[in-house]
DNA sequence: CACTACTTTAGAATCATTATAAAGTAGAAA
DNA sequence: TTTCTACTTTATAATGATTCTAAAGTAGTG
């Protein structure tokens, strides 16, 4: 399904050159079954694992903050040493494993309806997110 | 109200010493009429311009997690390049204004209750909280 | 093939945070 | 008061994630 082609033809029509760098990016971020929440540091050990060839920590910044770019990537804050990018680039909500440090994502069904009854005269609201936090 | 008297007896109970730099630095937290968020750089800024004494940088790191581990502090994330801290140490709900990259508390009657519905087996929830991001 | 804009890369720079270790101080005991 | 010690502050260095730089490489076009 998500195969090279997808995502060549996917980078190309984003304006963004489908090198073989930003290729295995791709398919170590896309070519799962499930939502993947990792960390720039998640994702380079991975490279390294999984690709022939070295690619460097610059090009992994670069594309990954390119896809963020493209909304192809979301950007997660729950600490302030890990960023996690998240590939479900919905609006959603979290449950925060903090004995295993991973992130989970919660349904719309999986939560009932967060009703924000105050308004700031001005401002509109952009985004609604819970964060469950659980441990063992 | 909140005064040199009290701070004193505060940090001299949770058995830390109420040296002339804690003290200050509890003036500059505690001695204001609402909850305060602040980053590390913020508070630093703010002691110097009041303070009339220099508080090393390396001091008001040591001081705000010494009151965040004795949970007179609660810090939050945000995003990665900003931690803040905020003086409301009870679980609670956010506005964050993305065009001020500011701090709002709302108070519990301003959500509706936020139900989990899903469990995670052997998991325990420590908090639940919305973070509502706003803009001009 | 030739050209150009985009991309990758190693390495340096930055900057918030953390660690180090020496000097200073609060509190307790003598 | 004086002494003692553990706690605290501080300047400074180290760390480590992220960003920047500038040179070499490459995709796409004609
Ligand atoms: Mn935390
Ligand atoms: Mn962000
Ligand atoms: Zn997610
Ligand atoms: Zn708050």
Do not use: W
């Amino acid at each position: 399904m998500n195969n090279k082609e997808n995502f060549v033809n996917k980078l190309r029509s984003s304006g963004l050159r489908p090198t073989k760098q930003r290729i295995e990016i791709c398919k170590a971020l896309y070519d799962r079954e499930k939502t993947f929440h990792f960390t720039i540091m998640d994702l380079a050990k991975i490279l390294k694992r999984k690709s022939r060839e070295k690619i460097s920590l610059a090009t992994i910044y670069n594309t990954v903050f390119a896809f963020k770019k493209k909304n192809y990537l979301k950007e997660i804050s729950i600490n302030k040493n890990k960023s996690y990018f998240d590939t479900n680039v919905s609006s959603h909500h979290h449950f925060f494993n903090e004995s295993s440090n991973e992130l989970i994502d919660l349904k719309k069904s999986d939560v009932g309806r967060v009703n924000i009854k105050r308004k700031i005269p001005g401002k509109k609201i952009k985004s609604v997110e819970v964060l469950v936090r659980i441990s063992d």
